[in-house]
């Protein structure tokens, strides 16, 4: 997640100047010394990119990345704002989560940070009213979208970093401040990422683990979420969020019989990935209503393809 001072050094060069590590620290108020490591993260990071001067002097200059042009905008459409002063890691991740009226437990839960910690990182944004609250929810003001539009690109550049450095073929499917759902391109990748701690295979993947073995038409998708249990829940989710065809509809119901999830509790975890319409509706031939189908989100199997889907992989 961009600091800071990187951030401040992104505000020193927003207008497109370049700079060398001297003026910067003289704009920014950070030592030079200090200064050299911060560019050397944002170098790395292709946040910026460099030339050399007379006697090899270092001169640096925002770079076509993302994060940069999401700052810009940020700072162009609001630079009455001094946004180094109001914006930190903590803030950033908690921001990515205000798409929406949200309840800060809620937040707090999905970072495992207390309830105080998402008061704090809000703090900065709440006294210069660019919250719009809604007892006991919050959310973001339409007017401030840019800042959710940064907030987003700086935790999508941490995901793909990450991943990039065991997979480069790796691509961003899905993911939040801690978690991240993957796509990779090549077998050399997807061995990689199975070898790598905190990484797990999901999707029609992760189906074998539940006595589900299907053919897999290219690579599996990849789940990062440290410190925590990928549940078949979570799999089902990530199925229907790569593809909403018959197949992976019929399958995720087959998971769903196997192993008797809960439809409140899929339906929980489908909220965070906006599949909630979808779970709902996998519920309703697995209740035995095969007939409503106007309006649905998906299209679901009928009846007879299902029962022979079930009798050909044993659920009961």
């Known amino acids: 997640m961009i600091t800071k001072a990187g951030l401040a050094v992104l505000d020193a060069l927003s207008t497109g100047r370049e700079a060398t590590p001297e003026e910067l620290a003289a704009d920014t108020g950070y030592s030079r010394e200090y200064l050299y490591d911060v560019l050397d993260e944002l170098l790395a990071a292709g946040l910026l990119s460099e030339t050399r001067g007379p006697s090899n002097q270092r001169r640096v200059r925002i770079a076509e990345h993302p994060v940069a042009e999401a700052y810009r905008t940020l700072q162009s459409e609001f630079s009455h704002v001094d946004w180094t002063e109001l914006l930190s890691p903590a803030t950033l991740r908690v921001c990515w989560y205000l798409d929406r009226p949200r309840h800060i437990a809620d937040i707090a839960d999905r970072l495992g940070i207390t309830r105080q910690g998402v008061h704090s990182a809000l703090s900065p944004l709440k006294h210069r009213a660019l919250l719009s609250r809604s007892d006991p929810k919050y959310t973001l003001r339409d007017e401030v979208s840019p800042l959710l539009a940064f907030a987003r ?164």
């Open 153 to 316: 690109a700086t935790v999508e550049h941490e995901h793909r970093a990450r991943v990039r450095e065991i997979a480069p073929s790796a691509t961003i499917a899905w993911c939040d401040p801690k978690r991240s759902l993957v796509r990779v391109q090549t077998a050399e990748d997807a061995d990689a990422l199975q070898a790598a701690p905190d990484w797990e295979m999901t999707g029609l993947g992760r189906f074998a683990a539940y006595g589900l073995q299907f053919f897999l038409a290219g690579e599996p998708p990849f789940w990062y979420a440290p410190d925590e249990e990928l549940t078949p829940a979570e799999a089902v989710c990530h199925t229907l969020l790569l593809g909403s065809g018959s197949r992976r509809v019929s399958y995720s119901m087959l998971l769903i019989e196997t192993q008797d999830i809960d439809q409140e509790a899929l339906i929980e975890t489908a909220r965070w990935y906006d599949l909630e319409p979808t779970v709902d509706a996998l519920y309703r031939p697995l209740q035995g209503d095969y007939d409503r189908t106007d309006d649905l989100p998906v299209i679901l199997p009928k009846k007879d393809e299902y029962m022979a889907l079930k009798e050909q992989y044993g659920v009961s």
